[in-house]
């Protein structure tokens, strides 16, 4: 067991890698057949003809707009907008782990703990970083969003698609604690990936919640320590707002294209 707990991070990693690989390769084949049944084809020809219809009024009105940015509110990520999706991630994982932490001693939170210690004991930062904080959460967003959410979200409604995928990502973590948390960030995840139509919105959402989960104790106690209790209450505040304002967003781009599918 000791062993096995020594090198469960990287096993459990490759592990994910291995299994999405296939799951990208699935996805790619949905896609084009959502764009050849007509799933799609309705939510990317709005949604192109009303940014084009923006350009040409733009342009009219003395603005300057490259043709490259016609999609940007489609599938493409712009850093200012991953940083928001990496904050977002880590305000929701900050106060979703609140909100199970309030119904813990319902949830035998000993045993998850336990588990955790022996995980990370003897692991660098840098380690839990890379392998919980990156390669876990892109692995896990290719199969329960990319595969599980958008293959149930081409059968049911986005909410039902959502919740029922969030229960298969509980059900994964095989303990009743990180069940709960999982289930509940993954329905976030589902709908905040629907909303902004791009696939990489959940990875970095994911991300950002997994790091700053693994930093947020040492952070809040050298802010303590350093800087007082004003810092950690502007930081949590920090979060809040931000955190807010990048579902807010997400999810006026959904309203402004009809709520339509753009994966």
Not at 54 to 68: F, L, Q, T, W, Y
Request: charged share 15%; glycine share 10%; with cysteine.
């Amino acid at each position: 067991m000791s062993a096995y707990y020594q090198h469960v991070l990287m096993l459990t990693g490759l592990t994910g890698i291995l299994a999405a690989i296939p799951c990208v390769w699935l996805y790619r084949g949905d896609f084009v057949r959502r764009r050849e049944t007509g799933i799609l084809q309705a939510a990317v020809a709005k949604t192109t003809l009303k940014a084009e219809s923006e350009a040409i009024s733009e342009k009219m009105n003395g603005g300057v707009r490259r043709v490259g940015k016609i999609f940007a509110t489609g599938r493409r990520l712009r850093i200012p907008e991953i940083l928001v999706f990496l904050v977002t991630g880590a305000f929701l994982g900050q106060y979703g782990n609140i909100l199970v932490g309030l119904f813990q001693q319902y949830l035998n939170p000993e045993a998850y703990q336990e588990t955790q210690s022996l995980i990370s004991q003897g692991k660098s930062i840098w380690s839990l970083i890379f392998w919980m904080g990156i390669v876990a959460p892109f692995a896990e967003e290719v199969i329960f969003r990319w595969m599980v959410f958008l293959r149930m979200r081409d059968n049911m409604r986005v909410l039902t698609a959502a919740l029922l995928s969030g229960v298969t990502f509980g059900i994964y973590h095989m303990n009743l604690m990180q069940g709960v948390y999982a289930t509940i960030m993954g329905l976030l995840f589902a709908l905040i990936l629907e909303w902004r139509g791009n696939l990489f919105a959940s990875v970095f959402l994911h991300m950002g919640a997994n790091i700053w989960s693994l930093l947020v104790s040492d952070v809040m106690l050298y802010m303590l320590d350093h800087t007082g209790a004003t810092s950690v209450i502007a930081l949590n505040l920090f979060l809040v707002f931000a955190g807010t304002y990048g579902i807010w967003r997400c999810y006026k781009n959904y309203q402004g294209r009809g709520c339509t599918r753009l994966i």
